[in-house]
């Protein structure tokens, strides 16, 4: 276990600048979308203690960096190749992943607080910037 500290992957923790957020359909949808996505998807990730800790830090660094990379609430100037399957993987869920709950309970969507993102991330979508996929 502490010869795995020494691999050099996972154990830096960068949060680049917002550059910019979607227009919200409305600040519930936004702080449900914080609780429950903003960890894996915006440059606003919480550093947890084991996400600096190998292996851990390897799973968590790996799942951000495809998270920003697939959808990246902080980067809403560039193309997000998810953005119009929010809301459908919330519906089904996919996300946030169960996995992820289990350590984050804050992160735990009720029933109400899932059908209000789904409706809020579904308002958002529609009114993307024209020309941002």
């Known amino acids: 276990m502490l010869a795995i500290q020494a691999v050099p992957y996972g154990h830096r923790h960068e949060n ?3 550059r910019l957020e979607p227009r919200w359909a ?4 936004r702080d449900l979308a914080v609780r429950a996505c903003y960890d894996c998807h915006s440059n606003e990730t ?3 203690w084991y996400s600096y800790v190998a292996p851990m830090s390897w799973l968590i660094r790996k799942d951000i960096d495809e998270g920003r990379g697939d959808l990246n609430f ?3 100037n560039r193309a ?3 953005a119009e399957k929010t809301a459908e993987v919330v519906q089904k869920g996919e996300m946030p992943p169960r996995y992820y709950v289990l350590l984050h309970s804050d ?3 009720s029933p109400a607080d899932r059908r ?3 409706q809020g991330l579904e308002a958002t979508m529609a009114a993307r910037l024209p020309g941002v996929q």
């Open 107 to 109: 992160a735990r969507l």
């Open 16 to 18: 680049p600048p917002v």
């Open 116 to 118: 209000e993102l789904i």
């Open 46 to 48: 919480a550093w947890p």
């Open 26 to 29: 409305g600040s519930a949808t």
């Open 74 to 76: 902080s980067e809403w």
């Open 80 to 82: 997000q190749p998810e």
